[in-house]
């Protein structure tokens, strides 16, 4: 079996100022014009394991994600679409009375996805074995995926977002959540590049778990512009993604996408990118998660995104 929708991945030029008087090349894979919800690194992570979930008989998808998860609508989004029932262990069981005021749970539901909330503290057992037999009890057999969609396979399908017409740029950038979007583009890089990922959590747990999955040396992690950790936005952010689209067209979100272009276009003002520098910034999609976040933004009377 395969995700049959049509891909359609566009790489588009950035033009601002500040790279202009920097004498750097900025071009933005669009990978979130792949699906509305399947879309950036979901796609990819979520293609190999559906081939191998088919191909050991299992017609169940159990995965984990908090209130606000990509990976959560994607999954319940293909699993609708490809006759897979999904189960959604969702961090925080405060939230099982809010599902309708939750739009990524509220989406995830009507793709029918059952949602089981656990408490944070159950949710950190997750991967134990009772845990899991506990789930394996009232689902019967299932196909685990991890939270995030990362394992080897998740990172097999990432390395197809690069091709070899892309050795053209001396740098490759991603927003990091579980790390296997990146780890995916290390190893589909080539040696002449520096790839960068700019973690949306604080925490250097990330430079292992990279490790676990990435073939290659030539990359780093930039962990300045996680804004306080992940979900975690202000007002300079929100008024930078919403700047940005203005200018540019291109939206962000608030947690991967955002936080990744205001530290690339950062670091390009402060010349850490040599003149002459070509730059390809992956859009790992993530935008279903605006409408959720703008919600808790009016709550706390900040600024909105645009949609």
Request: hydrophobic letters at 35%; aromatic letters at 10%.
């Amino acid at each position: 079996m395969s995700l049959s929708f049509p891909i359609k991945v566009t790489t588009q030029r950035v033009e601002l100022p500040v790279l202009e008087d920097a004498d750097v090349v900025l071009d933005i894979r669009r990978e979130d014009l792949i699906h509305p919800l399947i879309s950036g690194n979901k796609y990819r992570k979520l293609k190999y394991n559906l081939i191998e979930a088919k191909n050991r008989g299992l017609n169940t998808l159990l995965t984990f994600g908090g209130a606000y998860s990509n990976h959560i609508a994607a999954t319940a989004f293909v699993g609708r679409e490809y006759d897979f029932r999904t189960i959604g262990v969702i961090r925080g069981e405060e939230l099982s009375a809010k599902t309708d005021q939750n739009p990524t749970l509220t989406l995830a539901a009507e793709n029918g996805m059952t949602l089981e909330f656990v408490s944070r503290e159950m949710y950190r057992q997750k991967y134990n074995p009772e845990f899991l037999q506990t789930m394996l009890q009232r689902y019967g057999d299932f196909y685990l995926l991890p939270e995030g969609g990362t394992n080897s396979l998740a990172v097999k399908g990432c390395e197809e977002i690069l091709s070899r017409d892309d050795q053209q740029y001396g740098y490759i950038c991603s927003s990091v959540g579980t790390g296997g979007t990146l780890a995916g583009l290390i190893n589909a890089s080539f040696k002449h590049q520096k790839v960068i990922g700019f973690p949306a959590l604080k925490g250097s747990f990330l430079n292992k778990d990279i490790c676990n999955f990435a073939r290659n040396p030539n990359w780093c992690l930039e962990e300045n512009y996680h804004f306080g950790g992940y979900a975690k936005v202000n007002k300079e952010l929100i008024h930078f993604i919403n700047d940005f689209r203005e200018k540019t067209g291109i939206p962000l979100d608030p947690v991967y996408t955002g936080k990744m272009m205001y530290g690339i276009l950062d670091k390009v003002s402060k010349g850490d990118f040599p003149k002459g520098s070509k730059i390809l910034a992956i859009h790992t999609g993530g935008l279903q998660g605006i409408a959720g976040m703008n919600e808790k933004l009016m709550k706390k009377n900040l600024p909105t995104l645009c949609l």
